[in-house]
């Protein structure tokens, strides 16, 4: 799931950007991910299946906040952050969650953030469209 929306607190750096990013994502993903989380388990009620694990992988593509996310260590540069920002870090120390990172070329949306050459955004626009 993608979407756009202007952030509500102004960022001092790439990474506190991306950071902020990963944060709201989470904050809708988290939601989604237990709802299907209980229809898998209702589902194994009804019809006996066996129970699959649930993990779910998260992509990002700034360096500075994957660590951020997956290490959980705040350090003199991002002491700052608003701690509301962390609240995903429990899912991604449990394992349910992992954070993987994604060269920036292989990023399919950024064909609606960025100019980028025509090549390629095509690519990402056939991509994401499925034409």
């Known amino acids: 799931m993608w ?13 506190e950007a991306e950071y902020i990013s990963l944060s709201l994502a989470m904050r809708t993903f988290i939601p989604i991910r237990a709802l299907l989380k209980e229809i898998v388990v209702v ?14 992988t998260v992509f990002e593509d700034n360096m500075g906040a994957l660590t951020l996310a997956t290490k959980q260590r705040v350090g003199k540069n991002s002491k700052h952050y608003n701690i509301k ?6 899912n991604v120390r449990s394992g349910d969650i992992n954070i993987r990172h994604v060269a920036t ?12 050459p025509l090549v390629t955004f095509v690519e990402h626009r056939n991509h994401v469209q499925g034409w």
């Open 85 to 90: 920002l962390h609240h995903f870090w429990e």
């Open 43 to 56: 589902l194994d009620d009804k019809f006996k299946l066996v129970a699959a694990t649930f993990k779910s």
């Open 105 to 116: 070329k292989n990023q399919r949306a950024d064909y609606t953030t960025k100019g980028l």
């Open 3 to 15: 979407k756009s929306q202007l952030q509500s607190t102004i960022a001092l750096s790439t990474m």
